[in-house]
């Protein structure tokens, strides 16, 4: 396997059509660079384009510089912060 991801549809309170995260992406070590992971997005992004989606968005940790440098050349982060409670 060289890469792999997983994404969900949801319901949005805000809009019509639902939004589409991008949950997982994963591009084996020996592969990245070769466009694997801009292509796995781009075929997600299709997918959510086809099923009407109003938005693809996904998170990564800000230290995450090298995946960074691929997602900043889709747009900008969004400014949004994340916070998480531990539940376990």
Same mark, same amino acid.
């Given at each position: 396997?060289?890469?792999? =991801?997983?994404?969900?549809?949801?319901?949005? =309170?805000?809009?019509? =059509?639902?939004?589409?995260? *991008?949950? &997982? *992406?994963?591009?084996?070590?020996?592969? @990245?660079?070769?466009?694997?992971? @801009? $292509?796995?997005?781009?075929?997600?992004?299709?997918? $959510?384009?086809? $099923?009407?989606?109003?938005? *693809?968005?996904?998170? =990564? &940790? @800000?230290?995450?510089? $090298?995946?960074?440098? *691929?997602? &900043?050349?889709?747009?900008?982060?969004?400014?949004?912060?994340?916070?998480?409670?531990?539940?376990?």
């Amino acid at each position: 396997m060289q890469g792999i =991801t997983h994404y969900s549809f949801q319901n949005s =309170t805000w809009v019509k =059509t639902n939004y589409c995260y *991008l949950e &997982d *992406l994963f591009v084996n070590p020996n592969a @990245r660079g070769l466009g694997l992971g @801009r $292509a796995l997005i781009d075929e997600v992004k299709k997918v $959510a384009i086809e $099923a009407g989606s109003k938005r *693809l968005y996904w998170n =990564t &940790d @800000r230290s995450n510089e $090298a995946a960074r440098k *691929l997602y &900043d050349s889709y747009i900008l982060e969004s400014g949004k912060v994340q916070y998480r409670i531990p539940l376990q």
